[in-house]
């Protein structure tokens, strides 16, 4: 059961207006030594869209820094050079820890904290202004690498020296990239989606999506979440 992953950045944003239109964000996160870690989320870190962003159920957010050299060589300049650690707006960085690597409801200890895991991030359309690619969202989505989050079981002080150590994986077979391939690739897997609906571990939303799909035999439409206000200009894909 033993895995400790070590943090290599906590990072923390204020709010800031997106690619020079109206919109905000607070996605420009800065590397700090600490903070306080509570049930909505780290001490000064802010969300620019509250229903969506950030909440107990996506407390924490943390992307993988081992897809950031696909992304340099599949996106387009100048959004390629954005693609370093902190970019995609996430809480914690580290080194060796992907959606392969991580399982719905993993219980973490991180510093005076106790953290689950509790969904991937489902993109949304706010990524194509943050790239300035108008389909970057949907990018994100094919490639089944989008991050994930946690809630925050016990609050408590955290910093950058802290590790994350794994206390408890009740679902060994459901890392999040099966989690991925069921929203987005085999999205009608009447198996899975019950096991989904299930898993009490699972953020509310996801359980209430995957009953949702059971009772319509539909997939639900995406479009709203990955494009918004921004147009469908082009297409793309981020490299296998």
């Given at each position: 059961m033993a895995k400790i992953i070590e943090i290599k950045q906590l990072r923390t944003?204020?709010?800031?207006?997106?690619?020079?239109t109206e919109t905000l964000t607070g996605i420009h996160k800065r590397d700090i030594e600490s903070a306080y870690l509570g049930e909505n989320g780290l001490s000064?870190?802010?969300?620019?869209d509250k229903r969506h962003h950030g909440g107990p159920e996506k407390a924490l957010h943390h992307f993988a820094?081992?897809?950031?050299?696909?992304?340099?060589?599949?996106?387009?300049?100048?959004?390629?050079?954005?693609?370093?650690p902190g970019a995609f707006g996430e809480n914690l960085v580290t080194e060796g820890f992907t959606e392969s690597d991580v399982c719905a409801g993993d219980i973490y200890e991180f510093g005076e904290a106790i953290i689950q895991v509790s969904q991937p991030r489902q993109p949304c359309w706010r990524l194509n202004l943050r790239f300035g690619i108008p389909d970057m969202s949907r990018r994100l989505q094919r490639s089944l690498r989008t991050g994930w989050y946690y809630r925050v079981l016990q609050p408590g002080m955290v910093c950058k020296e802290d590790?994350?150590?794994?206390?408890?994986?009740?679902?060994?077979?459901?890392?999040?990239?099966?989690i991925l391939s069921v929203l987005y690739e085999n999205t009608m897997d009447k198996s899975a989606?019950?096991?989904?609906?299930e898993m009490k571990e699972l953020s509310p939303n996801l359980r209430y999506l995957a009953k949702q799909r059971l009772e319509t035999q539909q997939v639900e439409n995406w479009e709203g979440r990955l494009f918004g206000p921004t147009p469908l200009k082009q297409g793309g894909a981020i490299g296998p």
């Open positions: 944003g204020s709010l800031t207006r997106l690619a020079g000064d870190d802010q969300q620019g820094s081992d897809h950031y050299i696909r992304l340099q060589t599949s996106l387009p300049a100048p959004a390629s050079a954005h693609c370093l590790s994350l150590i794994l206390k408890e994986r009740p679902h060994e077979d459901w890392p999040l990239s099966r989606l019950t096991n989904m609906a």
